[in-house]
């Protein structure tokens, strides 16, 4: 359907869409939500955040990279889950398989593996894995190789002393670690059909990857939630929308969604692509000379069959989805054939590190590099832009001036997200018999 908007000139307002509302009469009533204002305390509030770790990440899966991070024998990264208090060795052994450990040696607790900073995340290749402190060495298993002056030591067994394992599972190349020391499901199971049904993706064809990472002064939902919906876009991305911003009428085109998922824990949208709203939308100078701009390369690359896994809704004019993997995981795939993820991990109650990783099928030449480049810092822009909103956010939920905010149909992940993880924090702290506080409504 098409809606006539107050302060567009008529070229500018046909074919403007807004969307039908399902059965339920909304969306988040069809997603079986409370429609009243909620509260904000489960992002700022220092005791739920210390069970918020225990309850969300140390029992979830949580993606930490993909099999392309270690593409032979004895290729490995670290990955700092310093809220958790746990450094991770990921490697893939002499026998090719991809396995996770605890990174502390069995003599004296030393870090592992570290370059110049420990703490500080690396990567690499080896043959075997050796204490920097007194030389103890492991094999790409986690099994203990060397001892040094062994004969001093008091009964060792060999078995004891292999690096403690971590729960580790790879679903369409990405590796899921989990903490708990009995996953309560398989990954799997965890991700739930809808989601596994994207493994039929050509990921594996993408991996010219570019990465960012930026420290967040805010609490990692904040940022998620910026992801979440467009009911923004016009106001902190104006200018980027459409130079022209509110001159045009832009600031009233309804920036709706289509389609909202719900699938467990998880979530989706479904969004227009370059298409949708066009008339509204105009190309900065630099995509024409790039041939590219924030829906990727105008060059599409050749990937073969997308698989059944996008577009469930089978939205017209369809252009990305957007899958969000609880609690911290983003998977955005994008019509032109490239894709993107997000990841935020906490850091503080009010502090997290977002990493935003590009993927493109290998460049040919310098043109479709550049353009793949020229893609990136836009995306990138959008994203610093939603940044520095929400640090703004935070001081002022931090204030405490209310405790009700309301959240319009088209945020419906929004209150998803934050009912969720409330949700699994009541429930640890009902097991732990640490019933402190609420969260949110």
């Known amino acids: 359907m098409t809606v006539q908007i107050s302060g567009l000139t008529e070229v500018e307002a046909s074919g403007i869409e807004t969307f039908e509302k399902p059965p339920a009469g909304s969306w988040t009533e ?3 939500l409370d429609t009243g204002p909620i509260g904000y305390e489960d992002s700022f509030s220092s005791d739920f955040y210390e069970d918020e770790k225990e309850a969300v990440f140390r029992r979830s899966w949580l993606n930490v990279g993909r099999v392309d991070d270690v593409p032979r024998k004895g290729s490995y990264f670290t990955k700092e889950l310093r809220f958790l208090n746990a450094s991770l060795l990921i490697i893939r052994g002499m026998d090719d398989e991809i396995r996770a450990f605890h990174n502390v040696c069995a003599h004296r607790g030393n870090q592992l593996v570290w370059d110049d900073f420990p703490g500080r995340e690396t990567k690499g290749t080896c043959r075997a894995i050796a204490c920097k402190y007194h030389g103890w060495r492991y094999g790409l298993d986690g099994s203990i190789q060397y001892v040094h002056n062994a004969a001093e030591f008091f009964d060792l067994d060999p078995e004891s002393l292999a690096l403690p394992k971590v729960h580790l599972e790879i679903w369409a190349g990405f590796i899921f670690i989990n903490l708990e020391e009995k996953p309560r499901q398989t990954l799997r199971e965890f991700l739930t059909p809808a989601v596994t049904k994207l493994e039929s993706y050509p990921f594996e064809k993408m991996t010219q990857k570019y990465v ?88 599409v690359p050749d990937i073969g069959p997308l698989g059944d896994g996008l577009n469930p809704a089978g939205v017209p004019k369809w252009g990305l989805d957007s899958w969000q993997v609880y609690p911290n995981f983003v998977v955005l795939c994008w019509s032109r054939n490239w894709y993107l993820t997000y990841h935020y991990w906490p850091i503080e109650v009010n502090k997290h590190k977002f990493v935003f990783s590009v993927y493109f099928v290998p460049p040919k030449n310098a043109s479709e590099r550049l353009a793949q480049e020229y893609t990136v810092a836009t995306v990138r822009e959008f994203g610093i832009q939603d940044a520095n909103t929400l640090e703004a956010t935070q001081r002022m939920i931090e204030s405490n001036a209310r405790d009700d905010y309301y959240l319009n149909d088209q945020e419906v992940l929004v209150r998803h997200l934050h009912k969720v993880v409330t949700e699994d924090v009541a429930a640890y702290r009902q097991e732990t018999g640490n019933n402190v506080g609420n969260g949110t409504r």
């Open 212 to 299: 960012m990472e930026a420290t967040i002064n805010s609490n990692w939902k904040l940022f998620l939630d910026a992801f979440q919906e467009v009911y923004h876009v016009p106001y902190v991305h104006g200018k980027l929308n459409n130079p022209a911003g509110p001159a045009t009428g832009v600031d009233k085109v309804p920036f709706m969604i289509p389609f909202f998922g719900k699938f467990g824990k998880h979530r989706l949208f479904t969004s227009g692509g370059e298409h949708a709203n066009a008339n509204v939308r105009s190309a900065r100078p630099l995509d024409a000379l790039f041939e590219s701009g924030f829906f990727g390369p105008e060059s």
């Open 30 to 32: 069809q997603f079986g």
